[in-house]
């Protein structure tokens, strides 16, 4: 009989039941109304937030294939370079990269890289060249680490060279020639004064050279041993002391300790002081700041007979350890001058020893980089737009 009244029960209609339970109590409905009304909020609570991650989540898996109709081409560039940059500091962090091509006493040779000196028969090549054919540079090839400006450049250097690292900046492109003084040349050079000053905080000792600089001899024994900071120069007036010659930022030797780390902080931030000039200008200017000394840093002048380049060339084949395109405007014109630079050296090379002392045979250079075609000026309103320096 259970079985049987309890078959009728579910056989009734909601409606006759609903009927029934108000006719006999209206307490329980008033009752079950409140558990009803319960229910739906409890329902309605979890199930928003559910559609709402359920939404998000399809909008997510949907986004790749989306983009392109949504979004701007130059945010998809820049996403672009957000992941080589991440793919890139994966693959060859500095300190990894540092560390294994350090000398024992924790030097480093570094240059910059950028799109434009990249390409093939362009001015890394010419440079590479330089070490393998000068006086016991090659083995100073496994010491050499290349900063690499954008993408294609480290693409570049990891075919051809071991130690690359890459080094890019949020919202600055420096793949293409920076003329000299313009708005991306100077950028570029205060980034590479910010990141010379990481290297030193690293602990690491430097040559930094631009890669228009041509290595025919190794250059540590023409260093001085007492110095924090020396440099090369565009001109050269006979005393390495003498704060009066005048500077090029495209060679040299820094070893890191409190005074060349604290120097080079002043160097970066007086950029602010002097808005609009490049490094190698600042540097002219700050130099005979009392900060300097306060610091207690040495610095001193490299010669250019040893460290020659376009502006004053090295004399002597016998002495010179490095020459650069310097005091020249244009890639076109720069190429030109330093295969003809290369010759030269060949040349010398392949004369026997006693005539490479005998010899008086000097550069066939400047021709394009011609001293009497430059436009000299070390103010920023001048605009040079023969090419990059």
Same mark, same amino acid.
Request: proline residues 4%; hydrophobic residues 40%.
């Given at each position: 009989?259970?079985?049987?009244?309890?078959?009728?029960?579910?056989?009734?209609?909601?409606?006759? !039941?609903?009927?029934?339970? *108000?006719? @006999? &109590?209206?307490? /329980?409905?008033?009752?079950?109304?409140?558990?009803?009304?319960?229910? %739906?909020?409890?329902?309605?609570?979890?199930?928003?937030?559910?559609?709402?991650?359920?939404?998000?989540?399809?909008?997510?898996?949907?986004?790749?294939?989306?983009?392109?109709?949504?979004?701007?081409?130059? !945010?998809?560039?820049?996403? *672009?370079? @957000? &992941?080589?940059? /991440?793919?890139?500091?994966?693959?060859?962090?500095?300190?990894?990269? %540092?560390?294994?091509?350090?000398?024992?006493?924790?030097?480093?040779?570094?240059?910059?890289?950028?799109?434009?000196?990249?390409?093939?028969?362009?001015?890394?090549?010419?440079?590479?060249?330089?070490?393998?054919?000068?006086?016991?540079?090659?083995?100073?090839?496994?010491?050499?680490?290349?900063?690499?400006?954008?993408?294609?450049?480290?693409?570049?250097?990891?075919?051809?060279?071991?130690?690359?690292?890459?080094?890019?900046?949020?919202?600055?492109?420096?793949?293409?020639?920076?003329?000299?003084?313009?708005?991306?040349?100077?950028?570029?050079?205060?980034?590479?004064?910010?990141?010379?000053?990481?290297?030193?905080?690293?602990?690491?000792?430097?040559?930094?050279?631009?890669?228009?600089?041509?290595?025919?001899?190794?250059?540590?024994?023409?260093?001085?041993?007492?110095?924090?900071?020396?440099?090369?120069?565009?001109?050269?007036?006979?005393?390495?002391?003498?704060?009066?010659?005048?500077?090029?930022?495209?060679?040299?030797?820094?070893?890191?300790?409190?005074?060349?780390?604290?120097?080079?902080?002043?160097?970066?931030?007086?950029?602010?002081?002097?808005?609009?000039?490049?490094?190698?200008?600042?540097?002219?200017?700050?130099?005979?700041?009392?900060?300097?000394?306060?610091?207690?840093?040495?610095?001193?002048?490299?010669?250019?007979?040893?460290?020659?380049?376009?502006?004053?060339?090295?004399?002597?084949?016998?002495?010179?350890?490095?020459?650069?395109?310097?005091?020249?405007?244009?890639?076109?014109?720069?190429?030109?001058?330093?295969?003809?630079?290369?010759?030269?050296?060949?040349?010398?090379?392949?004369?026997?020893?006693?005539?490479?002392?005998?010899?008086?045979?000097?550069?066939?250079?400047?021709?394009?980089?011609?001293?009497?075609?430059?436009?000299?000026?070390?103010?920023?309103?001048?605009?040079?737009?023969?090419?990059?320096?």
């Amino acid at each position: 009989m259970r079985r049987t009244v309890t078959g009728r029960v579910r056989r009734r209609s909601p409606i006759t !039941t609903m009927i029934n339970t *108000v006719g @006999n &109590n209206t307490e /329980s409905m008033s009752d079950i109304s409140r558990r009803i009304l319960t229910f %739906l909020l409890f329902f309605a609570a979890v199930a928003f937030p559910c559609v709402v991650i359920y939404q998000a989540a399809a909008s997510y898996q949907l986004l790749p294939q989306s983009l392109p109709m949504l979004i701007d081409p130059s !945010t998809f560039n820049a996403n *672009v370079t @957000n &992941n080589f940059a /991440s793919l890139a500091t994966e693959e060859a962090s500095l300190e990894r990269v %540092l560390k294994e091509a350090a000398m024992d006493d924790g030097t480093v040779i570094l240059t910059t890289l950028n799109e434009a000196w990249a390409a093939p028969d362009s001015i890394f090549d010419l440079f590479l060249e330089s070490f393998r054919i000068g006086d016991h540079t090659r083995r100073l090839l496994n010491h050499l680490v290349i900063i690499a400006l954008d993408g294609k450049a480290y693409t570049r250097c990891l075919a051809v060279h071991t130690h690359c690292f890459a080094l890019t900046t949020e919202g600055l492109d420096f793949s293409k020639e920076a003329y000299f003084m313009t708005p991306d040349y100077l950028k570029m050079m205060w980034r590479r004064i910010d990141f010379l000053r990481s290297i030193l905080e690293m602990g690491y000792n430097f040559i930094f050279t631009d890669t228009d600089i041509m290595w025919f001899r190794d250059p540590f024994p023409r260093f001085y041993s007492d110095a924090d900071f020396q440099i090369a120069c565009d001109n050269f007036w006979g005393n390495s002391y003498d704060l009066n010659n005048r500077p090029n930022g495209g060679f040299n030797y820094v070893k890191s300790n409190n005074r060349t780390i604290e120097f080079y902080k002043f160097w970066y931030s007086s950029r602010e002081t002097h808005p609009g000039y490049h490094d190698q200008d600042v540097l002219n200017m700050i130099k005979h700041d009392p900060h300097i000394a306060e610091i207690g840093l040495t610095m001193r002048f490299l010669n250019t007979a040893y460290f020659g380049g376009l502006c004053e060339p090295s004399k002597n084949l016998n002495q010179v350890c490095t020459m650069h395109a310097n005091c020249c405007y244009g890639l076109d014109s720069k190429l030109h001058d330093l295969r003809i630079m290369l010759e030269d050296w060949r040349k010398y090379m392949s004369l026997p020893i006693l005539f490479k002392k005998l010899s008086f045979s000097s550069w066939r250079v400047p021709q394009k980089c011609s001293l009497a075609s430059l436009r000299h000026s070390s103010s920023p309103k001048d605009v040079h737009n023969e090419g990059a320096k």
